[in-house]
Nanobody, 121 residues
Framework: QVQLVESGGGLVQAGGSLRLSCAAS????????MGWFRQAPGKQRELVAT???????NYADSVKGRFTISRDNAKNTVYLQMNSLKLEDTAVYYC???????????????WGKGTLVTVVS
């Protein structure tokens, strides 16, 4: 069974920084892409950033230049460095692992339970 566990959320003042981490555990051979999505109250879940095993990144326009996604393939861990945080960044941030290959050669997509980021003025 593959599990994703996020950490690093919390309360931060506008303009501040936070670093999120997400570790995938279980029987994993490889993960094609890992990423972060977020869902603010009353809104749909949206993409924040993704990164492939080869290091190709993709960002939402709203976070470009402020957030940086990185990945440690050996540890099956993805990070999100969030700088210059704004009030509108407040949301539950979810980790996603796409194209997870297990030793049984199954392929699946997995989500973490989420970590809350609250930005205050």
């Amino acid at each position: 069974q593959v599990q994703l566990v996020e950490s690093g959320g919390g309360l931060v003042q506008a303009g501040g920084s936070l670093r999120l981490s997400c570790a995938a555990s279980g029987s994993i051979v490889s993960i094609r892409a890992m990423g972060w999505f977020r869902q603010a109250p009353g809104k749909q879940r949206e993409l924040v950033a993704t990164i492939t095993s080869g290091g190709i990144t993709n960002y939402a326009d709203s976070v470009k230049g402020r957030f940086t996604i990185s990945r440690d393939n050996a540890k099956n861990t993805v990070y999100l460095q969030m700088n210059s945080l704004k009030l509108e960044d407040t949301a539950v941030y979810y980790c996603n692992a796409e194209g997870v290959i297990t030793p049984m050669l199954s392929v699946g997509n997995y989500w973490g339970k989420g970590t809350l980021v609250t930005v205050v003025s």
